[in-house]
């Protein structure tokens, strides 16, 4: 959900050859970017932000990446409850967002064009809302402690230690229908 131009269908085929991907977006001009993508098992469409376009119980997995900043705070449950709605029974959702306390996070974010309408989420909401959304078996991850370039580059090992620690410049929320 919030697909984007598609290019994470591209990196997903590398390493699932097999899946089918589905990629909605409410951008047409994104979703045109997306439909040139060539060779690959996916399928995309715009849609109103609001109805997911697909039956109950359709899918094995939602990704959703840096989307709900974006989103009015006030819709987050209604379109979590959406995603709930298309995931197959013990279907499980991952959400991506940027992380509020962190405090470079919270400056790229404000000198970003594209997030100039964001609203960051703190996790402790998001799990609230997945809660009552209907999901279960939530956790939370935080990630990208350092640079990926340069001299930090030697300290990503590390990051998987640092998980638990609430300063990452993104998090991650997971949970199970």
Not at 16 to 41: H, P, T, V
Not at 52 to 72: G, K, R, S, T, Y
Not at 131 to 151: L, M, T
Request: aromatic residues 12%; charged residues 25%.
């Amino acid at each position: 959900m919030g697909c984007g131009d598609g290019m994470n269908a591209v990196h997903f085929q590398q390493y699932f050859m097999r899946m089918e991907y589905y990629g909605i977006d409410i951008s047409s001009a994104s979703i045109m970017q997306a439909k040139k993508l060539q060779g690959l098992n996916v399928h995309f469409e715009c849609y109103d932000g609001k109805k997911i376009p697909f039956e109950d119980q359709n899918f094995d997995i939602i990704l959703v990446a840096c989307v709900l900043h974006h989103v009015p705070h006030g819709e987050h449950e209604k379109l979590l409850s959406e995603c709930n709605r298309v995931l197959k029974e013990n279907g499980c959702i991952y959400i991506f967002e940027h992380n509020p306390v962190n405090p470079v996070t919270r400056k790229l974010v404000s000198d970003c064009e594209f997030d100039r309408d964001a609203v960051l989420v703190r996790r402790g909401r998001l799990v609230s809302r997945m809660k009552r959304a209907g999901f279960h078996n939530i956790k939370v991850s935080y990630i990208i402690f350092f640079p990926r370039k340069g001299f930090f580059k030697r300290a990503l090992g590390a990051e998987k230690l640092l998980r638990w620690l609430p300063l990452g410049g993104q998090y991650y929320v997971s949970g199970q229908k």
